[in-house]
């Protein structure tokens, strides 16, 4: 079945603690994105990659990493999480720019 | 940057009609149409390409005004089905960022 997974889908973290979000598509799709969602905000880009080893940043990169080390995989780092990061995320892939995206099932992650 | 969605909710009878507008301030390369029920992720509908193209599928229909920056999404003879929250995406060109509008929540009722 084709899918874009996402682990853990819940978190709960403590300021500071570092944190990795994994992001894992079987389309063999070259564009992949993080987005986070927030109530009244819609969706936010933080990082996109149009392929291996590119990535862009979005329109909230501050206080995220990336990498695109392999084509499927598109981990979401959070060195230093605080609590304004609290959010809910989503993993996204597509074939390309302005191409369909298919969206994982969400990450809901909190910080106190 | 981001897109302005239009009417920011909107509550409709079965089979009654709606129209979900999005406006940007900028040139626009694509918009980008998705379509998210509560509790769950977001579902791609459709994408236009600058060039002024309608599409459609079933009784869901979008247009873009390339010369107006702006993108209407065409609800036809509404269903039940249709209630969630309604989210344009947009890109200034190939490669870039997309940004989307915060989102237009609707309801059919029965």
């Known amino acids: 079945e084709a899918q874009v997974t996402q682990n853990p889908r819940y978190l709960i973290t403590v300021t500071g603690k570092k944190l990795t979000v994994t992001c894992s598509q079987n389309?063999?799709?070259?564009?992949m994105s993080w987005y986070r969602q927030d109530p009244g905000l819609g969706l936010r880009q933080i990082y996109y990659?149009?392929?291996?080893?590119?990535?862009d940043k979005g329109d909230v990169p501050e206080g995220y990493k990336v990498s695109r080390k392999e084509k499927r995989n598109f981990p979401l780092i959070l060195e230093s999480p605080s609590p304004n990061q609290t959010s809910l995320y989503f993993c996204?892939?597509?074939?390309?720019?302005?191409?369909?995206?298919?969206f994982g099932p969400g990450t809901r992650l909190t910080v106190t | 940057q981001q897109p302005v969605q239009s009417p920011q909710a909107v509550i409709l009878r079965e089979g009654e009609d709606a129209v979900i507008n999005c406006s940007s301030s900028?040139?626009?390369?694509?918009v980008h149409w998705y379509r998210q029920k509560h509790g769950e992720a977001p579902v791609f509908l459709m994408i236009?390409?600058?060039?002024?193209e309608q599409k459609g599928h079933d009784k869901i229909s979008a247009s873009f005004n390339e010369k107006k920056q702006q993108s209407s999404l065409y609800l036809t003879a509404s269903q039940l089905s249709y209630s969630g929250t309604y989210f344009c995406?947009?890109?200034?060109?190939?490669?870039?960022?997309?940004?989307f509008g915060a989102g237009t929540i609707l309801r059919v009722k029965s």
């Open positions: 996204a892939s597509s074939p390309g720019s302005a191409r369909e995206q298919y």
């Open positions: 389309m063999n799709h070259e564009y």
């Open positions: 990659s149009m392929n291996v080893e590119v990535t």
């Open positions: 900028k040139a626009l390369y694509s």
């Open positions: 236009l390409l600058k060039g002024g």
């Open positions: 995406g947009t890109e200034m060109g190939y490669g870039n960022k997309l940004v």
